[in-house]
């Protein structure tokens, strides 16, 4: 009996040992370490997940969607918990459009707990990897931007980078619309990690859909137009722009080459810029009408003026020749400007004088932004008055010697087409259904002076001017040809390159919409009415027709 009680006592101290040290461990877990634990507890059972905005749309005027954001995933993986990296790289290169390669760099390394493997991967192709059951990937709900229409407007549209924020264009000026604003979700696990509780903490708030003036029949137009000049003329590069002149809402605004805007790293530098902004070029004899409306608001001129016109000019150390050779001969002001006559221009030009030349300069807008809404617009280049030389007066009035952008070239030709106002142009219409107010505009010129340089320019398409050929049968139109040398980096004008441009309007009494077309050397032909005017004379021809405007 003495054994066995021992025995029992044995047991019975090993059992109250045991259950001492477990009530001291609970006691240590429940009050020492409680805080400690049940902050890992929560931190393993709940979590704040970020719920991503979706970003606006941008349409056109009609509504057709030129960018748009789907649903995608960004793709994760812990690492260290990847038991096969080369099998599972293997298997997830094709899924992810990524090189197995570099997936398996990112799979072994062992530096750190997370790595992204693909940023944006459509939904359907990363629902496929999801059901492959890895352990140690991470699916992250995320949007995905997309251009329907590829090529269309792409310089104007812009890019958004991998952060989800604007890289250029306009999802860079209105990224601000555009992004809208994350919104965080708490989420309660059990232990083996499946959801219990979610709950909205902070609401997601959608980025606004923006409306532009754009049209996307217009623009196809347009860029059908400057391909058919790429092709034939192989230049550097061609813009186009179509507007409304009275309200300056761009209808259309093309580049050439065009971009894919689902890959536009796949595109050379220079082609991903918006010429019509960014570009600058010496405008040639398209100044003309800004030389010859500045002579008449100052009473210099009337249309029927009449000056002898020598073989060639002696302005200062400068010789100035017209186009065509030929002999002494008397133009009247409407002749000069349906001629494009560079002696002509620069005798009104002397008429009107230096100081006020230059203050008509800036008065249509010209060495400073248009204010159109549209990031990165150059100022273009305007000599200050105290620079002038002896021979700039015999420039500027033929449009050499300064630079302008196509914007800016429309922008004024507008004053002139819609009785003398310049006005900002614009492409946004509307933000989020709430629509922009039209831009102010100021009086440059009298209404009596636009009408007389557009019944002037008139003459430019009619029989004897320099763009006969771009004429629409019914329709009276007005315009003006630029063919302008490209200065030379090493001083002078270049023998080679040139830059052919158009810009014009119709109808001509009572303008509805207007044009501007520049090609930046072209080769085989030089002219603006031969290689710009034709490429107008497309476009407009399309337009008056599709927008149902009369002759």
């Known amino acids: 009996m003495g054994l066995i009680e021992r025995r029992i006592g044995l047991l019975f101290a090993v059992f109250l040992g045991l259950l001492a040290i477990g009530a001291t461990k609970a006691a240590w877990l429940g009050v020492v370490r409680a805080g400690t634990l049940q902050r890992a507890a929560t931190t393993q059972q709940e979590a704040d997940v970020v719920v991503p905005a979706r970003r606006g749309s941008i349409t056109d005027d009609h509504g057709i969607e030129l960018a748009v954001s789907e649903p995608a995933v960004d793709v994760a993986a812990t690492p260290y918990l990847i038991k096969n990296a080369p099998a599972v790289a293997a298997e997830l290169a094709p899924l992810l459009a990524r090189p197995e390669d570099e997936l398996l760099r990112q799979l072994a390394r062992r530096d750190t707990g997370f790595a992204y493997l693909a940023r944006r991967v459509p939904a359907a192709k990363a629902d496929k990897a999801k059901k492959l059951g890895i352990e140690g990937l991470e699916f992250i709900p995320e949007y995905r931007r997309t251009y329907p229409l590829d090529w269309t407007a792409s310089q104007l549209l812009g890019s958004v980078g991998t952060d989800g924020d604007g890289l250029n264009g306009l999802e860079y000026s209105l990224n601000s619309k555009l992004k809208g604003a994350d919104g965080e979700r708490r989420m309660v696990k059990d232990a083996l990690g499946t959801p219990l509780e979610m709950r909205d903490t902070t609401p ?12 996307k029949r217009l623009q196809d137009r347009a860029e059908e137009v400057l391909a058919d000049v790429g092709k034939t003329w192989q230049p550097k590069g061609a813009t186009a722009i179509v507007m409304d002149p009275d309200s300056g809402a761009i209808l259309a605004l093309a580049n050439w080459p065009r971009v894919d805007a689902n890959a536009p790293g796949d595109a050379p530098d220079y082609a991903r810029g918006n010429r019509a902004i960014s570009a600058t070029y010496e405008p040639g004899s398209t100044f003309k009408a800004f030389t010859v409306a500045a002579a008449l608001e100052d009473g210099k001129v009337t249309p029927d003026t009449t000056f002898d ?10 010789e100035i020749h017209d186009a065509e050779d030929h002999g002494y001969e008397t133009l009247t002001t409407s002749d000069i400007l349906k001629q494009s006559s560079n002696i002509g221009a620069v005798l009104i030009a002397r008429r009107v004088q230096t100081k006020p030349f230059d203050a008509w300069i800036h008065r249509f807008g010209f060495g400073k932004r248009t204010g159109v809404d549209l990031p990165g617009e150059e100022r273009g280049i305007v000599t200050p008055l105290d620079q002038y030389s002896g021979s700039t007066m015999g420039n500027l009035p033929i449009g050499q010697g300064i630079a302008v952008t196509p914007m800016q070239m429309a922008a004024g030709y507008s004053a002139i087409a819609n009785g003398g106002i310049l006005r900002a142009p614009h492409i946004v219409d509307a933000v989020g259904g709430k629509k922009r107010p039209l831009p102010k505009g100021r009086r440059v010129i009298s209404e009596a002076t636009a009408a007389s340089v557009r019944s002037m320019l008139e003459g430019v398409l009619g029989p004897g001017g ?9 329709y009276q139109l007005a315009g003006k040809t630029g063919t302008a040398q490209k200065p030379d980096p090493q001083g002078g004008y270049s023998d080679t390159a040139y830059v052919a441009s158009f810009v014009g309007f119709a109808p001509a009494k009572h303008p509805k919409l207007l044009a501007a077309v520049m090609v930046d050397e072209p080769k085989g032909e030089i002219y603006g009415g031969q290689v710009a005017a034709p490429a107008w004379k497309d476009i407009m021809n399309f337009a008056l027709q599709y927008l149902k405007i009369s002759p």
Do not use: H, M, N, Y
């Open 466 to 474: 320099t763009a006969s050929g771009a004429a629409i049968k019914g």
């Open 204 to 215: 997601v708030k959608r980025g606004e859909t923006v409306r532009l003036t754009l049209d």
């Open 309 to 318: 016109i020598p073989p060639v000019l002696q302005f200062s150390d400068r």
